[in-house]
């Protein structure tokens, strides 16, 4: 049976993973959680939504017949992640995590750094700020307990929902953005304190250098802790571990 690679995606790296496995033929399927509405169109043959837990993704890579499995999911999706090294070491599957470098602060950064969005809710229990809420969509109804903020939302969907936050606006785009746009933003909205997940990467960095500019703060939400796996930084790399491995029959 030909090595049949599952790509656990969701970032532009992934996307970027996508290209250059079509471009060489290699058998692959592209998962998407499904959190986006609008996915983005991939040269592999896709598939939305969960697997069931750890369990239900074993399953899956046994009846498809995966060889492979390569985790370049967002960093902070830290349960599919965790299912995915528990999977995989079930099957004897191997696997290997695309991943972003973290983000590291610079000369003029001023970041607070947290643990987790729950954290971050609990650091904003102090008077009225203006804030740049860039988190995604998932977790923005957490702030409704500090409903004294005034909160500038940047989402890649509109939400499903009226946010319960009572001063707020609401931007609906895709990265990469740029440091001019974002400090212009940051400027038109009086912002005072970015509130940012340590994403890395270069589609969403502009916000954490325009905010070193401007002179504010950052809250910045560190990334969970996950299970021990093989991490790379570049798709190059994945591709040659990918190859040599199926070179050696594996």
């Not at 939504?49 to 390569?70: D, K």
């Not at 606006?169 to 746009?181: D, M, Q, S």
């Not at 400027?187 to 990467?201: E, F, P, R, W, Y």
Request: proline share 7%; net charge negative; hydrophobic share 45%.
């Amino acid at each position: 049976m030909p090595p049949h690679l599952l790509l656990l995606g969701g970032t532009t790296e992934a996307t970027a993973l996508a290209r250059k496995l079509a471009d060489t033929g290699a058998q692959a399927t592209f998962s998407y959680a499904g959190r986006v509405e609008r996915p983005k169109a991939q040269p592999l043959p896709m598939r939305t939504g969960g697997f069931g837990g750890a369990e239900g993704l074993a399953a899956y890579i046994a009846e498809a017949g995966i060889s492979h499995v390569v985790d370049a999911t967002h960093p902070f999706a830290a349960q599919m992640s965790t299912n995915a090294v528990a999977a995989c070491r079930a099957t004897g599957t191997p696997l290997v995590a695309l991943t972003r470098p973290p983000w590291r602060a610079q000369s003029g950064d001023d970041w607070v750094h947290v643990d987790s969005v729950r954290a971050s809710v609990r650091w904003l229990d102090r008077p009225a700020m203006r804030i740049m809420l860039a988190i995604g969509r998932q977790h923005l109804e957490d702030f409704a307990v500090e409903p004294q903020h005034f909160y500038l939302l940047r989402v890649v969907d509109e939400p499903r929902r009226a946010l319960p936050l009572p001063d707020h606006a609401l931007v609906v785009g895709t990265g990469p953005f740029t440091l001019e746009n974002d400090m212009a933003l940051m400027q038109q909205h009086g912002i005072d304190l970015v509130v940012s997940k340590n994403a890395g990467g270069g589609a969403s960095r502009a916000k954490i250098d325009a905010a070193r500019e401007l002179g504010l703060p950052v809250l910045m939400i560190d990334r969970p802790d996950l299970p021990d796996r093989l991490e790379l930084n570049e798709v190059d790399a994945v591709l040659d571990w990918f190859h040599s491995d199926t070179d050696r029959g594996v």
